[in-house]
């Protein structure tokens, strides 16, 4: 037998992933009607059966999804990306092979034609979530029983159902999938014949590493964590606690945090996959449209500092972060200071500092690689963060990281 090879997406679609930096992510199914989690099947042990019941209620009356690629369009977002299947087995798809899906319960509604449409038409690129594991299919643990023919039932339906997600819905540019338990091994889940499969109906796709092959980008979760150099990367995280709506979960990021967060990603040549988790009718819970909004007047304002952003070395800041793009430094001053930032490590001669915010040129004084910005007013300039970009003579250059700094190099303890 010829093994499958391991395909990988092409350059180009690589190129886009990499230079897109904020997409939205989209946690939405059954478990939205318990208010609670969205792994409330499994965390409760709520037998099948009474978990099921919840499909002949849920419709999702106040999903909108031209409405909700409207809000990510005005967050500055890129792309976007919908759980079409969670962990508890329920689809918003149409699938022939099941009835356990929207389209055919109570919804009566193909809730993924909606949302790939409204993408297209607003101009996003289409991204789709699909889990491996399936509390619903009575086939999810057969292997682990020692049923190797009920395991094939199962290995047969899910690649059935990214075959009908990979056919059915036009153009895909992105493959996100989820939890591939109990089962490690690739060969378990016939992981190679699965890629091979996807790249062969959607050719420019990129896909993740979460069915036990690396994939073409790593997925750090709720956490920042940059990828080996050459490696493409999106962290993806919650803009409250829970993936999926919560009534009770009231520890909503701030639109500053999320300005942190998304600068901290960018300058490790990252991408921010950020999530809302709709209500049961589908509507969009208030605070996630406020932070969000906030987010997409913060980056008018400051997107130069984060699209196209690099890896290419790191400025010293003590009060914030940094990026670097188009041949300029960014410093985003996380807190403030005044009358006075200090930023280190820049090895170019700076010509000039400007406040992105007011659009006004900032004071400055450069000793080597030390770099003064003066004379700054008492009060941010940016509500959210104030970002500085700095302009140099030829190509922007930072002292390596590991490199002491030749104004501390002569101090003795």
């Not at 099921?52 to 209620?57: R, S």
């Not at 690649?159 to 939890?179: A, P, T, W």
């Not at 962290?235 to 998304?262: F, H, I």
């Amino acid at each position: 037998m010829t093994a499958t090879p391991v395909l990988k997406s092409s350059p180009h679609a690589l190129r886009w992933f990499t230079r897109h930096k904020f997409g939205m992510f989209i946690h939405w199914g059954l478990y939205a009607m318990l208010e609670r989690c969205e792994w409330a099947m499994m965390a409760e042990e709520r037998p099948r059966a009474e978990y099921e019941k919840l499909a002949d209620t849920f419709r999702g009356e106040k999903f909108d999804a031209d409405a909700i690629a409207a809000l990510a369009r005005r967050s500055g977002m890129t792309h976007m990306c919908m759980t079409t299947k969670h962990h508890d087995g329920f689809g918003l798809f149409d699938s022939k092979l099941t009835d356990y899906c929207a389209p055919r319960r109570a919804a009566g509604r193909d809730f993924i034609r909606e949302f790939t449409t409204a993408c297209r038409k607003a101009g996003l690129r289409v991204g789709l979530y699909y889990s491996l594991m399936d509390w619903h299919h009575s086939d999810w643990h057969a292997l682990k029983r020692g049923d190797k023919a009920g395991h094939k039932r199962f290995l047969d339906y899910i690649h059935g159902q990214l075959r009908e997600i990979m056919s059915n819905y036009g153009k895909i540019d992105l493959l996100f999938y989820d939890v591939a338990a109990p089962y490690e091994k690739p060969e378990e889940w016939k992981a190679r014949e699965m890629n091979a499969m996807v790249r062969r109906l959607q050719p420019g796709i990129v896909i993740n590493d979460r069915n036990r092959l690396t994939g073409d980008f790593s997925t750090p979760e709720q956490h920042i964590q940059a990828a080996n150099r050459g490696r493409a990367w999106q962290t993806c995280m919650t803009l409250n606690e829970n993936w999926a709506y919560s009534r009770g979960d009231d520890q909503w990021k701030s639109p500053k945090l999320v300005a942190t967060y998304m600068a901290r990603i960018a300058s490790g040549g990252g991408s921010f996959l950020l999530n809302i988790g709709p209500k049961a009718d589908g509507s969009v819970p208030p605070q996630a449209v406020r932070i969000l909004n906030a987010v997409g007047a913060w980056l008018k304002r400051n997107g130069e500092a984060i699209c196209d952003s690099t890896n290419e070395g790191t400025i010293m800041c003590a009060v914030g972060g940094h990026t670097i793009a188009h041949n300029h430094g960014y410093v985003h001053a996380q807190s403030w200071n005044s009358p006075e930032i200090g930023v280190g490590a820049i090895e170019s001669k700076v010509k000039r500092v400007i406040c992105l915010a007011t659009g006004r040129p900032v004071k400055f004084r450069q000793t080597g690689t030390r770099l003064q910005l003066l004379e700054l007013p008492r009060r941010a300039p940016d509500p959210v963060v104030t970002v500085f970009r700095i302009e140099v003579e030829g190509k922007f250059r930072v002292r390596p990281v590991g490199v002491w700094p030749a104004a501390l190099t002569g101090i003795r303890t």
